[in-house]
């Protein structure tokens, strides 16, 4: 069965530092990826997604950014984070409804 | 851009109540998915819909797609301590979905 790692579950980083979120699957290949983000109490808001290898489209045009090194790894990052970054941020893969990763709590200070 | 909006935000029953969610998008969708996140988890895969005019049900879950595809509505029959949780449609196409704005579900004893 298909599974998705995220690491780490939660995560408190200062304002000007740097991220990176890792997201890999398990059980699947050529997935398409998913990056959300989730405010507090909101709804799911799509960052991300990939088709395959170096394949990136951006849905919102911010401080992040992803890559996809290999056809499992989905990485999101940033090189100077914001207060506004805070969020839970989920990865996905679409397979017959979407599977979510259990996702990182960001709080950015 | 495509919305897709979820009615109403929140609501409060007794358990043993039945809870109705609405959901409506500003276009024709080619198929509608459910997803539930329980509080400080992940969304979690319920069902997709793809014909129109389309009803499914799961235990005491019932599912509808209306006939245009452009709403949907997720009923719950006699609620449970366990329905508690946000409530997301989501639609679009097999790259991408649009969630919408979700439903806060408590349920009390």
């Known amino acids: 069965s298909q599974t998705i790692h995220q690491w780490p579950a939660t995560l408190v980083q200062p304002v000007g530092s740097p991220l990176s979120l890792e997201c890999t699957v398990e059980g699947t290949s050529n997935p398409n990826l998913y990056w959300y983000r989730q405010a507090a109490g909101r709804g799911l808001q799509l960052l991300f997604y990939?088709?395959?290898?170096?394949?990136i489209s951006s849905e919102v045009p911010q401080n992040l950014s992803a890559s996809r090194p290999q056809d499992r790894q989905f990485i999101l990052s940033s090189k100077k984070l914001l207060l506004s970054d805070s969020g839970f941020y989920l990865c996905?893969?679409?397979?017959?409804?979407?599977?979510f990763g259990s996702g990182t709590r960001l709080t950015v200070v | 851009g495509q919305q897709v909006m979820q009615i109403p935000q929140y609501q409060h029953v007794q358990e043993g109540e039945d809870f109705t969610t609405y959901c409506n998008s500003s276009t024709t969708l080619s198929n509608i998915q459910w997803y539930k996140q329980r509080p400080g988890g992940h969304p979690v895969f319920l069902i997709q819909?793809?014909?129109?005019?389309e009803v499914k049900k799961q235990k005491r879950l019932t599912f509808q797609f209306g006939e245009a595809k452009k709403n949907s509505s997720l009923h719950i029959t006699a609620t449970q301590t366990t329905d508690v949780g946000t409530y997301f449609c989501a639609g679009g196409g097999f790259q991408k979905l649009v969630f919408g704005t979700g439903t806060r579900l408590l349920v009390s004893p």
């Open positions: 996905a893969l679409n397979n017959y409804g979407y599977t």
């Open positions: 990939s088709i395959g290898i170096g394949q």
């Open positions: 819909l793809v014909k129109s005019g």
